[in-house]
């Protein structure tokens, strides 16, 4: 198997990150198909892209700014392997990076590490808030399906600009905090920042799903969206939470096969890295 080029120890017991692929969309109904491809494209394009070779060696394309993570690479695996993998990766204290698939598969992990770390601040990223109660158990519910194991007055929405009417109803219902791409534009990526960050718990989980970015900077998402996040500003918000310490993280609905020139895998591998060498920096 082709590894992220970010990891760097075959040691699983070593490291502070672990990086999980997980092809499957099989809870998806985007007209769109194909975000089972996304862990081993990102992986080929982090290796294309973001490393070169330089006198014999492998380097990579950013800055470690003094400090290298300990990154691993544990692989594909299968929905059905989720729980019993997110239990092995929370018993040794170590952070997952997850790659999707469809967005329904952050349900199962959110609802695993919290059995460890109880309930968590969800940031979610997303044009669309995942806010439907009527029908459960599919990328369109991932909210609604979680919130047992997250603690709603520290959580927060970023992207969302396409809500369905019973989201709204629920948004509202629980007083969800909700950033949109206009208020960015409107109060300034630096105001928005601060409000997120004095929002959060001290356990926090991100969901990225990528079409929170506009598609001009991410073009192969499953449902894209217009009117969305600049790339700059989406992983500015992300590295300045990251800092702060995160529980885990996932890159949801990438579809390769509706990609420009790989820009949305080269984004989603960029995206790991920032946070990966952000985190706990502060």
């Known amino acids: 198997m082709e590894k992220i080029c970010w990891a760097n120890t075959d040691d699983f017991e070593q490291s502070e990150f672990v990086i999980i692929g997980i092809p499957d969309e099989s809870q998806s109904n985007a007209l769109r198909k194909g975000t089972e491809e996304a862990p081993l494209k990102i992986r080929q394009i982090s290796n294309l892209h973001d490393s070169f ?3 014999g060696k492998i380097s990579l394309g950013r800055p470690f700014q003094g400090y290298e993570k300990q990154v691993h690479d544990f692989g594909d695996i299968r929905r059905d392997q989720i729980e019993n993998t997110y239990d092995k990766i929370s018993d040794s204290s170590k952070i997952p990076i997850s790659i999707g698939g469809d967005h329904s598969i952050t349900r199962q992990i959110i609802n695993t590490i919290a059995k460890r770390h109880g309930k968590i601040s969800l940031v979610y990223f997303d044009a669309h808030p995942d806010f439907v109660s009527s029908t459960t158990n599919y990328y369109g519910s991932v909210v ?8 709603i007055s520290s959580s927060v929405q970023i992207g969302i600009r396409t809500p369905e009417l019973e989201e709204l109803d ?3 219902k629980y007083n969800l905090k909700v950033i949109t791409p206009f208020d960015i534009r409107e109060q300034g990526i630096k105001q928005v920042t ?11 989980y991100i969901s990225f799903d990528m079409d929170c970015v506009d598609p001009a900077y991410a073009p192969g998402v499953s449902v894209p969206v217009p009117l969305g996040l600049n790339s700059t500003d989406a992983v500015y918000l992300l590295k300045e939470i990251a800092k702060r310490g995160i529980v885990g993280m996932d890159v949801m609905e990438v579809c390769p096969s509706f990609d420009v020139k790989d820009r949305t895998s080269h984004l989603a591998s960029r995206i790991i890295s920032e946070v990966l060498y952000s985190s706990g920096e502060i």
Do not use: A, M, Q, T
Request: cysteine-free.
């Open 53 to 55: 070779e330089r006198d």
């Open 144 to 151: 609604n399906d979680v919130l047992s194991n997250i603690e």
């Open 170 to 172: 629920n948004i509202k």
């Open 194 to 204: 601060n409000s997120v960050l004095s929002k959060l718990g001290d356990k926090v």
